[in-house]
């Protein structure tokens, strides 16, 4: 499977399928998820594309994955020293 952002940059990731291989009749509804590592150089956004199933014969199953910006470090707290304290 390989996806693309609105950006075009292409991501091919490795998805570890769960259950990992499963027989469905012709109308049948079966669940099944997917497990994707993000790497850590990859840009946020919506990564689109389809995944291909062996045997299935509608072309391919939409996919959308979000990857989020990453999460802003929180400033470090000020201590306050005896000294700054006898100050007020």
Do not use: N
């Not at 109308?27 to 062996?54: C, F, H, K, M």
């Amino acid at each position: 499977m390989d996806v693309v952002s609105a950006e075009g940059v292409t991501w091919f990731p490795a998805a570890a399928p769960s259950p990992p291989s499963t027989l469905v009749a012709p109308g049948q509804v079966r669940a099944l998820s997917l497990d994707v590592t993000l790497p850590g150089e990859i840009p946020p956004g919506t990564y689109r594309g389809a995944l291909v199933l062996q045997g299935f014969g509608g072309g391919g199953v939409s996919v959308a994955i979000e990857v989020p910006a990453p999460a802003k470090p929180k400033p470090a707290a000020r201590k306050r020293t005896a000294a700054s304290r006898a100050k007020k």
